[in-house]
């Protein structure tokens, strides 16, 4: 039976990929090497990851991504760049990333899968791809495609605040007080 819970976070799924795939139209310019992004986010391995996110009680973010795709790149760039989404990625989260096309084996509730194997389990098809969890590792949602920074901060408030358990993302959007 669907819960007024369940109700709403598949409502959220919804909203959060037709944003992403909204963003996904604006450009399809290259921007330039995926290690040089100019950040400061300290991104992670998944297992390093997972066990910091236990220990310090915050979700998981995982950017899960290639190093052909432009808009990771653009993603990487742009908008891991900005203040306001380091600010709350800082806050809430600890920041993963995750090559879909990369063997790299990582050991997982004892068993051992490549990264590009764990992006399949987690239903990534298109990238970038912006998969949540909670502390637990349990999934909560994932965003497809790019996403200018000042909607992804407010997908990153509305996940890393704990607002999905209690609203939908429209009734979050309608109450945050950040510019649209």
Not at 62 to 81: A, F, G, I, L, R
Not at 157 to 165: L, S, T, V
Request: proline share 3%; charged share 25%.
């Amino acid at each position: 039976m669907l819960t007024r819970s369940k109700i709403a976070t598949i409502g959220v799924v919804a909203v959060l990929i037709v944003i992403g795939l909204a963003g996904g139209v604006l450009d399809t310019s290259d921007s330039g090497p995926h290690e040089s992004d100019g950040s400061t986010i300290r991104w992670l391995s998944l297992d390093e990851g997972i066990a910091l996110a236990k220990q310090a009680n915050k979700q998981i973010l995982v950017d899960v991504y290639t190093d052909w795709c432009s808009w990771c790149k653009k993603m990487d760039k742009e908008v891991y760049t900005d203040r306001d989404v380091q600010e709350v990625l800082q806050a809430h989260f600890v920041p993963v990333k995750l090559d879909a096309e990369s063997a790299r084996q990582l050991t997982l509730s004892n068993r051992t899968i490549s990264e590009s194997r764990l992006a399949q389990e987690m239903g990534v098809t298109g990238y970038p791809t912006t998969v949540f969890f909670d502390a637990d590792f349990q999934p909560i949602t994932k965003v497809a495609g790019y996403i200018e920074s000042r909607q992804f901060a407010r997908i990153l408030r509305f996940i890393g605040e704990d607002h999905y358990k209690t609203k939908t993302y429209e009734e979050f959007l309608s109450t945050d007080g950040s510019p649209k």
